[in-house]
């Protein structure tokens, strides 16, 4: 089966995108996998522009078909943000806890029908032969006063999914695939890979 680097140290996505793939192509952790890969300067204005610096970045380190993504949390209230920020928003050093209490603070006095809010997750893929393609998904929900369940990572148990009763901390990880931003990104990128030769890259 064809390989697929995936220019990610976060166990949470590599595990969501194996089970996605499972059966299509084989995914392998640039982090654990490639001795001395590189950390991406994440400097683009945009997901799109964060995750194509990855995936060609990982490409050429390992001379592999590459994706990466770049996702993060839009909060309507915050003008936003976190965006392109969201995994370093209460700093570079920050761990999902203080991002958390970040954006829990920020919005200690917006109403929960003010917090609107969203999951955006560019995915880029990149080939040895210079393809490149990039997919996005978005799912539409709501910023919690405090959180609930302990799936998923991240800002999971504080954003209620739009249409669900649930964060998304809560989702089975089969439910969280079928409508996460990450879900609906890697579902146009398997329809992708239906349409094109994998034997050529």
């Not at 995936?55 to 003008?79: C, I, N, W």
Request: hydrophobic share 45%; glycine share 10%.
């Amino acid at each position: 089966m064809r390989e697929l680097v995936v220019a990610t140290r976060n166990r949470g996505k590599i595990k969501e995108i194996q089970a996605y793939l499972e059966g299509v192509v084989e995914v392998v952790s640039c982090a654990a996998d490639f001795k001395g890969f590189p950390e991406t300067v994440e400097d683009g204005a945009t997901f799109e522009l964060n995750a194509l610096k990855k995936a060609r970045e990982a490409m050429a380190f390992t001379g592999q078909p590459a994706l990466a993504d770049d996702s993060g949390l839009v909060v309507d209230a915050l003008g936003g943000r976190p965006g392109v920020y969201s995994a370093r928003f209460a700093g570079e050093e920050a761990d999902d806890t203080a991002n958390n209490r970040r954006l829990l603070g920020e919005l200690e006095l917006v109403p929960l029908q003010q917090r609107k809010a969203a999951f955006v997750c560019a995915l880029a893929f990149v080939a040895p032969d210079g393809a490149e393609q990039v997919f996005v998904g978005r799912v539409a929900g709501r910023i919690l006063v405090s959180g609930q369940g302990d799936g998923g990572f991240g800002y999971d148990p504080l954003f209620l999914v739009d249409g669900f009763d649930r964060t998304m901390a809560e989702l089975t990880i089969e439910e969280k695939n079928l409508i996460s931003h990450r879900g609906q990104a890697l579902r146009l990128f398997r329809e992708y890979l239906k349409n094109v030769a994998m034997d050529d890259w």
